[in-house]
């Protein structure tokens, strides 16, 4: 399977311009081979964007989200929505079941190539550090995995890179390949090239961490996308400039991998 990681410029606020440069994206990246692409963090308001989350938030069958699903089905390319600011009201009116709680939420959504909904994320750790992210917004309550050619695809966003256990729990539901969707910005450089690498190593497992770029009021996005295989090894990487970072993932590498180290055979 052949995986793209969009990362593009995202502006605050700028919602038509940023899922325009999202679609123009996956579109490039269908016609070039990929058979998924992931986006990242709140790419249609900014995750930087505190005070417009509210004026923005939709319902998982919102504009935005329709718009990406419907371009999954007209390029024949899975497709992870990296994440949006989700109206959890809405989207229980429309029958999908959210949390128990009322508010917003940080949403990833996958979709398949037919581009119908195959797994909804909210992310869990919700980052407080000179952040209103805890504040404004309700933490998910449950894992995501779904089929995706022959690998099972997990989910988590940004933060939640530095909570291991969230990627055990991925790896006992199957997982060979996890997607990290993020808004990581400067000066933590060095913390977003070990962690994702590290989830991969420790998890014998490909992981995909797909940032953006762009400058908000108080931070910077960093980009250096990059996707590691199951020993860790990067197969590819971007700079902080908007790029799409390509790499084949194959299952039999990670079941190779395993075979071949078996670590995870001596959990205790």
Not at 50 to 61: I, T
Not at 241 to 252: G, I, L, S, Y
């Amino acid at each position: 399977m052949r995986l793209a990681l969009a990362q593009i410029d995202v502006e605050a606020g700028r919602v038509e311009d940023n899922v325009d440069r999202a679609l123009s994206r996956i579109e490039t990246a269908a016609a070039d081979g990929a058979d998924l692409v992931a986006l990242p963090e709140i790419f249609d308001v900014g995750y930087f964007a505190f005070d417009l989350y509210d004026r923005n938030a939709e319902g998982l069958d919102g504009e935005t989200l329709s718009r990406v699903a419907d371009a999954a089905a007209e390029h024949e390319v899975a497709v992870l929505a990296g994440s949006v600011v989700e109206d959890l009201a809405a989207s229980r009116a429309s029958g999908i079941e959210t949390p128990a709680a009322e508010g917003l939420a940080n949403t990833a959504v996958l979709f398949d190539a037919a581009g119908e909904r195959r797994a909804i994320y909210r992310k869990h750790h919700l980052f407080g550090y000179e952040s209103a992210e805890s504040d404004l917004l309700v933490p998910g309550e449950s894992l995501a995995t779904a089929e995706v050619g022959d690998h099972v695809v997990g989910v988590t966003t940004c933060y939640d890179l530095r909570f291991p256990e969230l990627y055990r729990d991925l790896v006992d539901a199957g997982a060979t390949l996890v997607l990290v969707p993020s808004a990581w910005p400067y000066p933590r450089v060095e913390h977003w090239r070990l962690l994702p690498r590290a989830r991969a190593v420790e998890n014998q497992c490909y992981v995909a961490a797909v940032n953006g770029v762009g400058v908000f009021e108080d931070a910077e996005l960093l980009g250096r996308s990059a996707i590691y295989d199951p020993w860790g090894t990067t197969l590819a990487s971007a700079s902080d400039d908007p790029a799409t970072v390509t790499a084949p993932v194959e299952r039999d590498r990670v079941e190779s991998v395993r075979g071949e180290f078996p670590a995870l055979a001596d959990r205790r």
